[in-house]
């Protein structure tokens, strides 16, 4: 009886470490059947790509825009120094720059020939591109117009004077005896400044001087009160180009 109650004990024992053997057997396999199972996609965003693509397009497009921009550069007429209205044009004053010149009046290096002896119908830039609207041909007075320089007295000159200003000129009095006396309208052509500094401006002491495009009939009366000290100006308006100034003869001499 013994004996049956050890075996029977024993076959027990037995039959459930084979059980529990079979069970991590069984686990075993199924994690090894899991890892060999292939790993499922993963999900795919339509968004982002698109937009990648969008990204890769609009970098080519742009690369080619500035391709064709750059390839339609040219080189073009640049003024090398501040130029008075009314200057010759030449050589000296010109230099070259690259740019975009579609849909622009600016002067190819090319033609260069075309704008030499011009004259600058309005004050041109240190830098500024050269336009053709900026030229006038034929020389710069205009019919029944001269020439005159006048000095920039202090205290007589209106403040920033400067090439291309429509001025007022007036014949001062000389005292209780007479009545300032309007001579005529004038252009400015060009101005500079004398051994004594900034007159121009309408500052410090006498030593600058003024051409002027003037009427010739006035040209006379104009030279003889500069040379007396009783010339006078007004400004009228800034920024007249010498072709489109109408000049007159006021209430002086005729």
């Known amino acids: 009886m013994a004996e ?21 057997r069984t686990r075993q ?9 292939p790993t499922p996609p993963r999900r795919r965003r339509p968004a ?11 970098g080519a497009a742009l690369a080619g825009l500035l391709a064709v921009n750059l390839d339609s550069r040219t080189s073009v007429i640049v003024v090398n120094q ?43 830039s240190e830098g500024q591109l050269l336009d053709t609207t900026m030229l006038v041909k034929g020389g ?11 000095p920039l007295p202090a205290g007589r000159v209106p403040a920033g004077l400067r090439s291309g200003d429509e001025i007022r000129l007036i014949r001062l009095s000389d005292g209780a ?5 309007p001579l005529a309208t004038a252009l400015v052509l060009r101005t500079a400044a004398g051994e004594s ?7 410090g002491s006498s030593g600058g001087g003024a051409t002027l495009m003037v ?19 007004a400004l009228i308006r800034h920024g007249v180009a010498i072709d489109d100034v109408e000049l007159s003869v006021l209430g002086g001499p005729r």
């Open 177 to 181: 005896s007479s009545q300032p006396t």
């Open 197 to 203: 500094g900034g007159i121009v401006d309408g500052g």
């Open 140 to 150: 710069v007075l205009a019919a029944g117009t001269v020439q005159v320089g006048v």
């Open 48 to 58: 982002m790509a698109a937009l990648a693509v969008l990204l890769i397009v609009g």
């Open 82 to 124: 501040d130029v008075p209205a009314g200057t010759e044009i030449t050589t000296d004053l010109l230099t070259t720059s690259m740019v975009a010149s579609e849909g622009l009046k600016i002067v190819p290096e090319d033609q260069v020939s075309a704008v030499l002896g011009t004259y600058a119908r309005v004050p041109l």
């Open 29 to 37: 396999s199924l994690a090894a059947g899991k890892s060999d199972r």
């Open 4 to 24: 049956s109650t050890r075996t029977s004990g024993v076959s027990v024992h037995d039959r459930q470490r084979e059980r529990a053997a079979r069970g991590v």
């Open 215 to 233: 009427p010739s009939r006035a040209a006379d009366a104009i030279v003889d009160a500069a040379a007396n000290e009783r010339l006078g100006m």
